[in-house]
């Protein structure tokens, strides 16, 4: 019954999964930038202001 009934819209589907995959994946090497870029900040903070 399901045979060759929608094979676009399975396409689809797998087309979407992809799609959300590069996108998580484009983000990790964002993430580490940014994590990168905070963290000497966050360390510098939390050194002037630790002992207040």
């Known amino acids: ?3 060759g009934k929608h094979p676009e819209a399975r ?6 999964k992809w ?4 996108e998580r994946v ?3 090497p964002i993430a580490v ?4 870029w905070l963290s000497p900040r966050f ?5 002037a202001f630790g002992p207040l």
Do not use: C, G, H, P
């Open 1 to 3: 019954m399901s045979d």
């Open 11 to 16: 396409e689809r589907m797998e087309e979407k």
């Open 19 to 22: 799609q959300e995959f590069v």
């Open 26 to 28: 484009n983000l990790i």
């Open 33 to 36: 930038v940014a994590a990168a």
């Open 43 to 47: 360390i510098f903070w939390s050194q």
